[in-house]
């Protein structure tokens, strides 16, 4: 009996260190740890942020609006730019901004789901804000993002569901629109 024992612990043993890498990393340790307390380095769109270590990442269950282009600008007979006549912020931009406020600069947490990229080879993720709010359905709520939920990626569905459903009942932002 203590044979069998001996060869199962050894097994075990065989197995966890086959599956540590070259830096001496076990990718299943590594999961859990590594997205634990990161920074985020860069807001690119409303539903996609840039980590410290490099990594894009896609926030699950919701569709951002797409950063604004470059528009054109006017100039004078100088080549001075001269002031917009609408000093009005486009719902894109001000979508971003609202999203780099909540999180950019800020140590984060990051939690997946069943799958874990997207055909874009972005890492698909929850980010849990440092005051514990899933900033997901934060994005949601305040009208700044749509809802999207796609199997198998369900594990925050509800809190994302009521947080569209708020923003919608409250007419904000793109659940204004309908």
């Known amino acids: 009996m203590k044979n069998k024992i001996l060869f199962l612990a050894i097994c075990i043993s065989m197995f966890c260190l086959s599956s540590v890498r070259a830096d001496g990393l076990n990718p299943l340790l590594e999961a859990s740890m590594k997205y634990e307390n990161i920074r985020v380095a860069h807001v690119r769109a409303v539903d996609r942020l840039l980590l410290e270590n ?36 486009p719902f894109e931009e001000e979508a971003i901004r609202f999203t780099r406020d909540l999180c950019e600069g800020r140590f984060v947490r990051i939690e997946f789901d069943s799958q874990r990229r997207d055909d874009e080879g972005f890492i698909l993720a929850y980010v849990i804000l440092p005051d514990g709010k899933l900033l997901n359905a934060e994005l949601v709520r305040a ?9 198998p990626n369900m594990k925050y569905a509800e809190k994302i569901r009521a947080a569209y459903q708020e923003a919608r009942h409250a007419m904000r932002g793109l659940q204004g629109e309908w």
Do not use: Q, S
Request: aromatic residues 4%.
């Open 54 to 89: 490099g990594e894009k990442i896609a926030l699950i269950g919701i569709k951002g609006p797409r950063p604004p282009h470059m528009k054109d600008v006017r100039r004078d007979e100088h080549g001075f730019i001269l002031p917009e006549d609408d000093p009005k912020v």
């Open 143 to 151: 009208g700044y993002a749509a809802l999207k939920l796609t199997p």
